[in-house]
């Protein structure tokens, strides 16, 4: 497996140049690192139950209810081929954010991110969109199952500019509108906004019976505030730079971090929005794996 983790190491992937390489070396790692393991892919929404019948799958069984009634009943999900991702990538300036001992920034982080499942929804044949988005929609490609759908995929989140400001809000009530076909809505953001109003936005996601996952990528600074001696810290998305005793900041900092990370975790639990951290110095495949395995029911 080491050759695997080493493919997703963020120091190698930042001497790599450009996406398409380190898409590239993303899928070839995460191939390897699979050996003989099965393969899974995303699920699809439950639907409901029937009872056991000789020659069932035996994987299907759902043994919490066995548990309870002693009866053996099969889980039944609706058709995988029908499968919509949707991938919504954060191009906003504060996305370019690298902290001191990160090798990639942010919005490199998420695009990687991006890549490596645009590959895996493609493989299962189903089909996966982009939106790239800051204070308004930047890019919107629709859903495709075709092969050659990756490398377009792949141009357009290389070539998308840094935004200045996000204003999620308003673009997750937009999409909200704009994605008729209901699917897996998986957005890539740090998610530095106005909880309220993005939480709002996630809401009406919901409300339309997508199933949202939000891909919370941040650097290892952001969450550990590291600094210790005088720092000139630059603003970003219009706010201004500051020149300050990082360790007199300490303190106040983490706890207005964590007061705003509870407020998105819990707004999200109640509206069924599944949230995953994303560290930039962690390897690709700790959060992919983790992802993947929690969601898969069927071996391609």
Same mark, same amino acid.
């Given at each position: ?7 997703? @190491? ?19 790692? +995460? ?7 099965? +393969? ?36 039944? +999900?609706?058709?995988? =081929?029908?499968?919509? /991702? +949707?991938?919504?990538? @954060? =191009? ?12 990639l920034s942010k919005a490199e982080y998420a695009q990687c991110l991006a890549a490596a499942l645009s590959w895996l929804v493609l493989q299962q044949q189903d089909s996966v969109g982009l939106v790239t988005y800051d204070s308004q929609i930047r890019q919107f490609i629709r859903p495709s199952s075709n092969a ?7 141009? *357009? ?10 204003? !999620? ?27 309220? !109003? ?18 919370? *990528? ?49 707004? /999200? ?32």
């Amino acid at each position: 497996m080491e050759s695997s983790r080493t493919s997703f @190491d963020p120091q190698t992937l930042a001497k790599l140049q450009g996406l398409h390489l380190r898409a590239r070396h993303i899928v070839e790692g +995460y191939v390897a690192g699979l050996h003989r393991s099965p +393969y899974h892919g995303f699920s699809i929404e439950f639907a409901e139950h029937r009872e056991y019948s000789p020659g069932d799958d035996l994987r299907y069984v759902d043994w919490k209810v066995f548990g309870r009634t002693d009866k053996h009943y099969l889980k039944q +999900y609706e058709d995988e =081929t029908n499968l919509l /991702c +949707y991938l919504v990538l @954060d =191009t906003s300036e504060s996305m370019l954010y690298r902290g001191p001992k990160s090798a990639l920034s942010k919005a490199e982080y998420a695009q990687c991110l991006a890549a490596a499942l645009s590959w895996l929804v493609l493989q299962q044949q189903d089909s996966v969109g982009l939106v790239t988005y800051d204070s308004q929609i930047r890019q919107f490609i629709r859903p495709s199952s075709n092969a050659t759908h990756l490398q377009n995929l792949l141009q *357009v989140m290389e070539k998308s500019p840094a935004g200045k400001k996000t204003n !999620s809000g308003p673009i997750f009530h937009e999409l909200a509108e704009r994605l008729t076909r209901r699917g897996l809505v998986i957005v890539l953001s740090d998610f530095f906004d106005d909880v309220p !109003s993005l939480l709002a936005g996630l809401k009406h996601l919901r409300h339309r019976r997508h199933d949202v996952v939000l891909f919370h *990528v941040l650097d290892a600074a952001e969450i550990e505030f590291p600094f210790q001696s005088p720092t000139e810290f630059k603003g970003l998305e219009a706010m201004p730079h500051v020149v300050a005793d990082p360790q007199m900041l300490r303190k106040a900092y983490l706890k207005e971090f964590q007061a705003y990370e509870h407020a998105l975790l819990k707004g /999200c639990r109640s509206h069924g929005i599944e949230v995953r951290r994303m560290r930039t110095d962690q390897p690709l495949d700790v959060a992919l794996t983790s992802f993947l395995a929690e969601r898969r029911i069927r071996v391609a």
